[in-house]
């Protein structure tokens, strides 16, 4: 099982980034696709998260910026982040609850980190 991230980068306050992360291989089942965050000093945090049956959790902290979506189809979660704050810079992980086939247990999975720097 991997999961693939991707979309980060150097963006000023006030932009827009949009992150990405895949899931694979296409057999496996999806309970839960979340972002983690991860500062310097600070232990990782949950950013947003988004169950299978399309509920959605988020950070106080990006609330009414961030949103969080799920394409259970090609087994992808988006983060869609909007009006960037410098305090969003971090390393942001992709997590997910994952049963590989139908006898198996669900397991918890990471992505690699992708880095965000927001700009003053």
């Known amino acids: 099982v991997q999961l693939q991230a991707s979309g980060g980068g150097l963006v000023q306050a006030g932009g827009s980034l949009r992150l990405s992360c895949s899931a694979s291989?296409?057999?496996?089942?999806?309970?839960?696709m979340n972002w983690y965050r991860q500062t310097p000093g600070k232990q990782r945090e949950l950013v947003a998260g988004s169950t299978s049956g399309d509920t959605t959790e988020y950070n106080d902290s990006v609330k009414g910026r961030f949103t969080i979506s799920q394409d259970n189809a090609s087994k992808t979660v988006y983060l869609q982040m909007n009006s960037l704050k410098p305090e969003d810079t971090g390393v942001y992980f992709c997590?997910?609850?994952?049963?590989?086939?139908?006898?198996?247990?669900?397991?918890?999975?990471w992505g690699q980190g992708t880095q965000v720097t927001v700009s003053s």
């Open positions: 997590h997910a609850k994952i049963r590989r086939h139908r006898f198996a247990v669900w397991d918890d999975y």
């Open positions: 291989p296409s057999g496996i089942s999806i309970n839960a």
